[in-house]
Nanobody, 123 residues
Framework: QVQLVESGGGLVQAGGSLRLSCVLSGRSFSAYAMGWFRQAAGKEREIVSAINWNGGSAHYADSVKGRFTISRDNAKSTAYLQMNSLNPEDTAVYYC????????????????WGQGTQVTVSS
């Protein structure tokens, strides 16, 4: 049984930074591609970033390119999302998802997901 636990969310001022973490347990982390999605109040969940099982390929939504960086540490079974230059439009609940090997930009194609962590950016 795969479990995902996100952490690192919080309240930050515009222009600030946060680093989200997602720990996978129950299976071998290196077998999974990881995706970060977010859902703002009243909006649909959207892809933020995703990374393949070995970190060799990654995807970023246009809205976060140049500001966010996804990474993973297979030895620690952890995926990260470094978020810089945050703005109020980044306010959302952030979820990490897992699927085997290759990432997808569609959340329905993921097999596991966490409970989410709230990110709030004040102006």
């Amino acid at each position: 049984q795969v479990q995902l636990v996100e952490s690192g969310g919080g309240l930050v001022q515009a222009g600030g930074s946060l680093r989200l973490s997602c720990v996978l347990s129950g299976r071998s982390f290196s077998a999974y591609a990881m995706g970060w999605f977010r859902q703002a109040a009243g909006k649909e969940r959207e892809i933020v970033s995703a990374i393949n099982w070995n970190g060799g390929s990654a995807h970023y939504a246009d809205s976060v390119k140049g500001r966010f960086t996804i990474s993973r540490d297979n030895a620690k079974s952890t995926a990260y999302l470094q978020m810089n230059s945050l703005n109020p439009e980044d306010t959302a609940v952030y979820y990490c998802d897992a699927r085997t090997v290759k990432y997808s930009v569609y959340e329905k194609e993921y097999d596991y997901w966490g409970q989410g962590t709230q990110v709030t950016v004040s102006s």
